[in-house]
């Protein structure tokens, strides 16, 4: 094992959100049914935005798409759009249902939806969802999708079999978005210091993999209500006030229309690999 791929290990072990399945004895479904604030905090924080606007730019109309960890839809919804067919993957019940809905307010009935851990995807599964006559040539187990995308979704330890997998079933492009920026320090005070892992940690596994994927970066400063800021650290070991007085102290709160804010400045990493 390499030093990038121990250090992948170490951060979905111990710093990503599957470190609090294990604590607290949980499913993936249970720790995103807590947290349906996961919508609303989207909403306020200017993501997908311009990352959802690149990878389109390049899936042209009549493809088939694979978004793997697509969560409440950020990408697998206005992706399809365009699309002949998607298939959304997550392992969780919960979060596939509150896409689903999405979808179907916005009249959107060229989705599929799969509830599986990536790992657990067989070989020839997503040609088989996919499979409307439409190709000819596709070989079960490989090839078997357009593009792909995993956005905060690489929660595997194993992150070379994730990687490859993807790239293996992605015939004509794959993409992944993952933060660009240092740790965030309301996240390094409210859980102490913990392994860190970002893009760059991505770019050496993927080239040790003889994978050169290219990469833009986007920034993004968004401001949200405190008490939605607060909701994403509900595991901390600080007290609510103690992160209020942490975000005061730092110059980042501010009072609007009687309400309090917090504000956020953040990066985005697009890696794509186009065939
Ligand atoms: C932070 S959310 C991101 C959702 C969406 N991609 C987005 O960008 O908004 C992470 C999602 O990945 C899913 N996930 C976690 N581990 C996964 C795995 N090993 N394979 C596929 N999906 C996974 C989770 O259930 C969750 O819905």
């Avoid at 730019?57 to 697509?70: E, K, N, R, V």
């Avoid at 090839?143 to 956005?151: I, P, R």
């Avoid at 833009?216 to 008490?227: G, H, K, N, Q, T």
């Amino acid at each position: 094992m390499s030093h990038w791929t121990e250090s992948w290990r170490d951060f979905v072990k111990k710093t990503s959100y599957k470190h609090v399945l294990a604590d607290e004895k949980i499913s993936d479904d249970q720790f995103w049914r807590s947290y349906a604030v996961y919508d609303r905090i989207l909403s306020y924080s200017g993501y997908p935005g311009a990352i959802l606007q690149r990878i389109s730019s390049f899936i042209p109309a009549g493809s088939t798409f694979l978004d793997i960890g697509a969560g409440t839809g950020a990408f697998a919804l206005p992706v399809s759009r365009k699309t002949r067919r998607t298939v959304a993957l997550d392992p969780s019940a919960y979060q596939l249902g509150v896409l689903r809905e999405k979808a179907k307010e916005e009249g959107l009935n060229n989705i599929t939806t799969l509830e599986k851990m990536w790992h657990y995807v067989g070989p020839g599964e997503i040609h088989g969802i996919l499979d409307d006559g439409l190709d000819k040539n596709l070989v079960g187990g490989t090839g078997e999708v357009d593009y792909s995308l995993a956005s905060y979704s690489l929660f595997d330890e194993d992150i070379v079999g994730f990687l490859q997998k993807m790239i293996d079933v992605s015939k004509k492009g794959a993409f992944i978005v993952f933060r660009a920026g240092e740790p965030e320090p309301l996240s390094e005070f409210a859980y102490g210091s913990k392994p860190f892992a970002n893009y760059i940690c991505l770019q050496h596994i993927l080239a040790d993999m003889g994978c050169e994927f290219c990469t833009e970066i986007f920034d993004r400063s968004y401001a949200l209500p405190v008490d939605l800021a607060l909701r994403q650290y509900r595991y901390s070991i600080k007290t609510q006030a103690e992160l209020i007085d942490f975000l005061r102290a730092e110059g980042r709160l501010q009072e609007k229309d009687g309400a309090l804010w917090a504000s956020f400045a953040t990066k985005d990493a697009l890696l794509y690999l186009i065939h």
